[in-house]
């Protein structure tokens, strides 16, 4: 996330899951910082799933 150039710090937890709701696979990250937000496309008239993508840099993981 930047403001006035400020890059703010993110740590936690990325769960990926299948479409039952069963967990995956799961990332613990320290030290991320936002690049990309893809927010979703919204329309009444699609019955699509509403999806946001973000993309992070890290130091590495815990």
Same mark, same amino acid.
């Given at each position: 996330?930047?403001?006035? *150039?400020?890059? #703010?710090?993110?740590?936690?937890?990325?769960? @990926?899951?299948?479409?039952?709701?069963? &967990?995956?696979?799961?990332?613990?990250?320290? *030290?991320?910082? #936002?690049?990309?937000?893809?927010?979703?496309? @919204?329309?009444?008239?699609?019955?699509? &799933?509403?999806?946001?993508?973000?993309?992070?840099?890290?130091?590495?993981?815990?």
């Amino acid at each position: 996330m930047t403001n006035l *150039g400020m890059s #703010l710090s993110l740590s936690g937890i990325i769960s @990926l899951m299948d479409s039952f709701g069963k &967990l995956k696979r799961v990332w613990m990250i320290r *030290g991320a910082h #936002l690049v990309k937000y893809e927010g979703p496309q @919204l329309d009444s008239n699609q019955p699509n &799933l509403a999806v946001s993508r973000i993309e992070l840099v890290y130091n590495g993981c815990c």
